[in-house]
């Protein structure tokens, strides 16, 4: 029997499929599971006839948009990997991704297709269509030509659905090769975990190369049979004018702090929303805090990452605790090792986060020997995140492998120093860093922002110092107007310890 996602999809498909809507756009466009049918069938038809074949790669660099939806579908049911691309990537960085994963077809944004064209010429790759913000272009075109009664390529559970590229805040990316029954399995777990039921109408306003906005909002949408208004980019205003319509929202942390910002969210305007999900980035707990104070929701924080979807979540109806990612979703196992010596942490010691789980993917895409670096061999994927598992079984998440600072010899987890800057008045948030220094191998900087009435430098170094042990306190502060994000509100420490590479140095 298939085990293609796909096969989900229509076991979960709404009684209704033309009466029940799937996607509603901003402008108050509805797609119907039907057209999601017919449409996907078409774009796998149009695949088909442009010359992809099964356990093909389709690379996509387009701007948001339904058909996206329906293009990863097609890619999906044609028995294709879908191979998504940030947005903001420049032609020489996609020349990189279509060299590393040859696929058989790229589409780009029709703006985007000249400089697109001889990016893909260099990678080899010579199918190029294009597809808009409308959902227009030579990709759509071949699709509105193709029949719609497309027969599903049938695929076994290990095949691939999909490649990611991990965002690379740490190194390079790397493809991580994503298995039908790893999104098919993520998908089912998270809607029972967070009660998904065919009348949620999810506000989805996240982007859709990444994990969060295509498998663990949309693939929960679909796996729910439920509807999601589809949204180009965030827009705190907008949302809140939508919240009356919808009952949950996914997000990053940043849309949490910016909604927090507008006056007009309060419990009445948050009345019919049943769930606010965070994740991507560390929610911080004061963000919890204020959310609750001013809606009455608890926010719901759960963790995963590309390479395993996602791994753990706080619990719907127990207490979901700020600044924890809450327990281990049903069939996934989460462990706390020595990352020196590999041994099995006891509650609350911090170590490095593994994990096992039919949602970890099957390895890194023409990455032999990254792969076996990463698992261990009983199966486990080495996170790269470090973090502790409390005494009740909740995992706590202090910080990546990567950003680990050894200063002197003493190991300081920057999260443990953010947390105490964070709680000075006027700190709006900071980021901990590494920075070479002569004498220490590292020197513990903060770069932090601020109000104009928090304490300078010299007075928060005096308050630190009797709050932190003195391995642990920032050399220096240094203050900023805000910190590099990337597009999934991620800090980019590798960006701040590049730019002040030389403070220690002069
Ligand atoms: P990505 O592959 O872009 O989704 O990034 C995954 C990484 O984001 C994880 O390895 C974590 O470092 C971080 N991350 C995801 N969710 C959370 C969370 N709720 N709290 C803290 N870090 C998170």
Known sequence: MSQSLFDLVRARMPAEPSAKTFIETADG????????????GAYAAA??????????????QVEKSPEVVFLYLGAVRAGAAFLP?????????????????????????????????????????????TLDASGRGSMAEAADAAPTNFVDVSRGGDDLAAILYTSGTTGRSKGAMLTHANLASNAVTLAETWRFRADDVLI????????????????????????MIFLP???PKEILGLMPRATALM????????????????????????????????????????????TGHAILERYGMTETNMNTSNPYDGARIAGT?????????????????????????????????????????????????????????????????????????????KDLIITGGYNVYPKEVENEIDALPGVIESAVIGLPHSDFGEGVTAVVVARHDAPGEKEMLTILEERLARFKCPKRILFADDLPRNAMGKVQKNVLRETHAELYRS
């Not at 466009?29 to 996907?40: F, K, T």
């Not at 695949?47 to 996509?60: E, I, S, T």
């Not at 309060?266 to 965070?278: D, G, H, K, M, N």
């Open 233 to 235: 980019r965030f827009d």
């Open 251 to 294: 997000g990053v942390p940043t849309f949490y702090t910016r909604l927090l910002k507008e006056p007009g969210l309060t419990q009445e305007a948050t009345r019919r929303i049943r769930l606010f999900v965070s994740g991507s980035a560390p929610l911080l707990a004061e963000t919890h805090r204020e959310w609750q104070a001013r």
């Open 85 to 129: 691309l940030n947005t903001a990537y420049t032609a020489t960085e996609i020349e990189y991704f279509l060299s590393d994963a040859q696929p058989s077809l790229f589409v780009c944004d029709p703006s985007k297709q000249e400089a697109m064209a001889s990016a893909s010429k260099a990678a080899g790759i010579t199918e190029i269509r």
């Open 204 to 227: 989805h306003a996240l982007p859709v190369f990444h994990t969060h906005g295509l498998f663990v909002a949309t693939n929960v949408i679909l796996a729910s049979g439920a509807s």
């Open 325 to 401: 990612v809450g327990l281990p979703l049903a069939g996934v196992s989460v462990r706390v090792v020595d990352p020196e010596t590999g041994a099995h942490l006891p509650a609350d010691a911090v170590g490095m986060i593994e994990v096992k789980g039919p949602n970890v993917f099957k390895g890194y895409w023409r990455m032999p020997e990254k792969t076996a670096a990463e698992f261990k061999t009983d199966g486990f994927f080495i996170t790269g995140d470090l973090g502790k598992i409390d005494p009740q079984g909740y995992v706590h998440i202090v910080g990546r492998g």
């Open 47 to 60: 695949l088909a006839a442009l010359g992809v074949k099964p356990g093909d790669r389709v690379a996509v």
């Open 29 to 40: 466009h509805r797609h119907s599971y039907a057209d999601l049918v017919a449409r996907s």
